[in-house]
């Protein structure tokens, strides 16, 4: 049999055949409702990546709690993927719960600015130590207006991406490095645009790139995640985001952080647990606690470059923002949510678990004599298939094996573990428990005992 990351793939085959039998047996109500939902909606799914899940059908979720979910036929699941990071402070969190239900007769939406934006937009400037903020529905759409916002106030057309990122739907940042060039992304649908010609790309940890790639002094911003997620993880090497920082600032380029992931990191986020001090910021998936909405905040002086740039320019429809963006439901919940649930007690819990975890993984991994890693990010941890850490979007791409991911995931789904499809990620929520992180690492270590070459 061959090997790759340690496995035997010969037994990782006959596993997935094993589970994928097992799962048809166990999940008949959601196979029935798979099938109905197969003949209205668009690939069978409500959102057509909901059949990229290792499961052969669609799993149907009943109802999803704290750090517990359970699906059609009744099974519970200790859920690790908490929508990835959307339900990341556990689902449906009893402060949340409350708001909304108050507001539920007392207006959605009027286009009106409401007493809970001001309590919000102080308590983001508070965390976030940017003092100006505005409103999203979704990341993407956050990201989307901060990149129109920053070209209008600086005048620049391009902007800078590090190679691997994802940053959600926006077109702009769909543009790869490809043998040392770029490259728009082969998956991206219907753009008919060279997006190339305005999107820089670089890897991450390359100080030369950077610069080399800001010295023209047209680029509007650089938009990164401080530590990249979305291609299994890729850590900034030490030094790395004070040297970035230096040299952004020196081309009178901005940088935005998007924290929509690595707010795992703390309160605050990564950049200010780091001192990254970035000129804009930008939040979405759980500012709500999983109701949908997303904010970005600005330093003062680009918000005021910002506001003139929209002063000066003609009357009528700017681009940026859609009229239910910063309606009255989701201020209600991010306002429970930042008071109530975001809170540093809640980070405690979530970074001592998320510390378990990791080194239990360590554990599991090492006992089987696996050449994979596990690198955390606060109450956000992954393994990965390599011995250590890729230091780039490249070497990070390498290393993804989704077919070896389906086996482990579909195994731990069959034993009531839900971690997150498309890449190795684990988060821990407040009410996940001990008792959930010892669960998830006996059924790890069963799988990679049954995969592991000899
Ligand atoms: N930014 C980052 C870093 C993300 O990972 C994602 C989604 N995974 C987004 C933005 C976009 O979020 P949404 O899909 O909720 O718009």
Redesign the pocket.
């Known amino acids: 049999s061959t090997l790759c990351a340690g496995i035997d793939w010969q037994r990782g085959q006959q596993l997935r055949e094993q589970e994928r039998a097992t799962f048809l047996k166990n999940n008949p109500k959601s196979c029935a409702l798979a099938e109905r939902a197969g003949q209205h909606l668009l690939f069978g799914v409500p959102m057509h990546w909901m059949t990229d899940w290792s499961t052969p059908f669609s799993l149907t979720v009943n109802t999803a709690n704290g750090a517990t979910l359970s699906d059609a036929d009744g099974h519970r699941y200790v859920d690790f993927c908490l929508g990835?990071?959307?339900a990341m402070f556990g689902h449906s969190p009893a402060p949340v719960a409350k708001a909304l239900a108050k507001q539920a007769s007392e207006g959605y939406t009027s286009m009106m600015a409401s007493e809970d934006a001001v309590i919000v937009a102080e308590e983001l400037a508070r965390r976030f130590e940017l003092p100006v903020w505005q409103f999203a529905l979704?990341?993407?759409?956050?990201?989307r207006f901060v990149i129109r916002w920053i070209r209008a106030a600086t005048g620049r057309s391009k902007i800078l991406v590090f190679n691997g990122?994802?940053?959600?739907?926006?077109d702009d940042v769909f543009v790869d490095l490809v043998d040392g060039k770029p490259k728009q992304r082969d998956s991206l649908l219907g753009q008919v645009t060279d997006l190339t010609a305005n999107t820089v790309v670089v890897e991450f940890n390359d100080l030369v790139a950077l610069e080399k790639a800001l010295a023209q002094e047209d680029v509007a911003c650089v938009l990164a995640?401080p530590v990249m997620?979305?291609i299994g993880m890729v850590l900034p090497a030490p030094g790395y985001w004070e040297a970035a920082r230096k040299i952004i600032q020196r081309y009178g380029t901005q940088l935005v952080i998007?924290e929509?992931?690595?707010i795992s990191s703390g309160p605050g986020g990564y950049a200010v647990l780091n001192g990254l001090k970035p000129d804009a910021i930008?939040l979405?998936?759980p500012i709500g606690g999983g109701v949908?909405c997303?904010v970005y905040g600005f330093t003062k002086e680009l918000a005021q470059r910002v506001e003139q740039a929209k002063r000066h320019a003609p009357p009528g429809h700017s681009g940026v923002g859609t009229t239910l963006t910063a309606n009255m439901l989701t201020m209600a919940a991010m306002r429970a949510n930042l008071t109530e649930v975001m809170t540093d007690a809640a980070y405690q819990k979530m970074l001592a678990l998320a510390g378990q975890l990791a080194v239990g993984l360590r554990a599991v991994i090492a006992d089987n004599k696996l050449p994979w890693c596990v690198t955390q990010v606060g109450a956000r941890t992954e393994f990965q298939f390599c011995s250590q850490p890729p230091i780039n979007g490249s070497a990070a791409e390498l290393i993804l094996d989704s077919e070896l991911e389906k086996i482990v995931h579909l195994f731990l789904l069959n034993r009531g573990i839900l971690i997150t499809p498309f890449h190795n990620m684990m988060l821990v929520c407040p009410q996940t428990t001990e008792d959930d992180i010892a669960h998830f690492l006996n059924v790890f270590n069963q799988c990679l005992r049954l995969l592991k070459s000899a």
């Open positions: 990835d990071t959307g979704s990341a993407s759409d956050a990201n990122c994802y940053h959600g739907t926006v995640e997620t979305n998007d929509t992931h690595t930008v979405g998936k949908p997303a």
